[in-house]
């Protein structure tokens, strides 16, 4: 996977897991991903949802031709988060010809919920 020099490098995002139709990956909670107020920024963890939702949908898709981008995502941030790591669990809900769904629960380390999210992937066949 290339990610030098993207988001996911500079959000610090890792991947820990990935199989067809769920993918783990894991953010710090720092400087990098902190708002004014010292708590996680919401756009931080909807960009490590929309990550490990992109990265799942690619692994489901033809790669010869197709490739995937984010169509929708939603985030409903249920609990603030100042310091650590969070870890985001993406599964597949819909697995169709030009669409998927993902849904995304990102946890703090004592597994509570930070934040719930649900990604739509658009796939999209590669021009010649």
């Known amino acids: 996977m290339m990610i030098e020099n993207t ?3 500079a959000l610090g ?17 720092d400087e990098r991903t902190r708002q004014p107020y010292g708590i996680l920024h919401g756009g931080a963890s909807v960009a490590l949802a929309e990550t490990v939702a992109s ?6 898709v033809d790669k010869e031709t197709e490739i995937v981008a984010g169509l929708e995502i939603n985030a409903n941030h249920v609990r603030p988060k100042s310091e650590g ?8 809900l819909h697995q169709g010809k030009t669409t998927q769904v993902w849904d995304i629960k990102i946890t703090d380390e004592q597994d509570r919920l930070i934040c719930i999210s649900r990604c739509t992937m658009a796939v999209i066949k590669k021009k010649n």
């Open 7 to 9: 988001l996911i490098h």
């Open 13 to 29: 995002i890792e991947i820990t897991y990935y199989e067809k139709g769920k993918v783990v990956a894991t953010m710090p909670v």
């Open 55 to 60: 990265m799942g949908a690619f692994e489901l």
């Open 85 to 92: 790591v969070v870890t985001a669990v993406g599964t597949v």
